[in-house]
Nanobody, 123 residues
Framework: QVHPVESGGGLVQAEGSLRLSCAAS????????VAWFRQAPGKQREFGAC????????TYADSVKGRFTISRDNNKKTVYLQMNSLKPEDTAVYYC????????????????WGQGTQVTVSS
């Protein structure tokens, strides 16, 4: 098992940037694809991006494509989400999930989840 822990959230103005980190303990982190999801109040959990175990393949939701970049450093057992040009509608709790990117946007198929980090974008 791996235990993801998110960090890096906070309050930022619109058009600003944040970088989220997902650090893992336990297990072999480099064996897993890692995705970022987000959930705004009153809304369903939404897929944002996924990176394969090697970092060689990435996928993005249309809502974040061109603004967010997912990357990983397996030596540090950490996955990053660089978020640029943030919008108020990006406000949500952001979660990282370990599994396989073949699961796509199906949150239930990712077995390992962090507790989330709050991102708030003010207008």
């Amino acid at each position: 098992q791996v235990h993801p822990v998110e960090s890096g959230g906070g309050l930022v103005q619109a058009e600003g940037s944040l970088r989220l980190s997902c650090a893992a303990s336990g297990g072999t982190f480099s064996n897993y694809g890692v995705a970022w999801f987000r959930q705004a109040p009153g809304k369903q959990r939404e897929f944002g991006a996924c990176i394969s175990w090697s970092g060689g393949s990435t996928t993005y939701a249309d809502s974040v494509k061109g603004r967010f970049t997912i990357s990983r450093d397996n030596n540090k057992k950490t996955v990053y989400l660089q978020m640029n040009s943030l919008k108020p509608e990006d406000t949500a709790v952001y979660y990282c999930a370990a599994g396989t990117c073949m699961s796509g946007a199906q949150a239930a198929l990712y077995p390992y989840w962090g507790q989330g980090t709050q991102v708030t974008v003010s207008s």
